[in-house]
Nanobody, 111 residues
Framework: QVRLVESGGGLVQPGGSLRLSCTAPETFWGGHVMTWYRRTTGNDRVFVASISERDDPIYADSVKGRFAISMNNHNNGVYLQMNSLKPEDTDGYYC?????WGAGTQVTVCS
């Protein structure tokens, strides 16, 4: 069920930065986790990062030290700050929360 709204993707050169945003129709509660995934058409989702109001962020090894996930000020969404982007980061990025999904936002890294 598509109930989340992602934004912030785009075309960037290697070494550049983007900030993705994901917003849910409710504020966080009950320790539910919001997660960023990546997926290319036809492939499975790959975990990128996750966060909840109760736990520290968790990151895939491929993005540790480069990406940072954080909650927004309204406590109903998250940001994914993507720094030092590489061509291999190119993909569709999706967030998931309580079984809800968004339509995704495309990140393309190339020179």
């Amino acid at each position: 069920q598509v109930r989340l709204v992602e934004s912030g993707g785009g075309l960037v050169q290697p070494g550049g930065s983007l900030r993705l945003s994901c917003t849910a129709p409710e504020t966080f509660w009950g320790g539910h986790v919001m997660t960023w995934y990546r997926r290319t058409t036809g492939n499975d989702r790959v975990f990128v990062a996750s966060i909840s109001e109760r736990d520290d962020p968790i990151y895939a090894d491929s993005v540790k030290g480069r990406f940072a996930i954080s909650m927004n000020n309204h406590n109903n969404g998250v940001y994914l700050q993507m720094n030092s982007l590489k061509p291999e980061d190119t993909d569709g990025y999706y967030c998931g929360y309580r079984g809800w999904w968004g339509a995704g936002t495309q990140v393309t890294v190339c020179s």
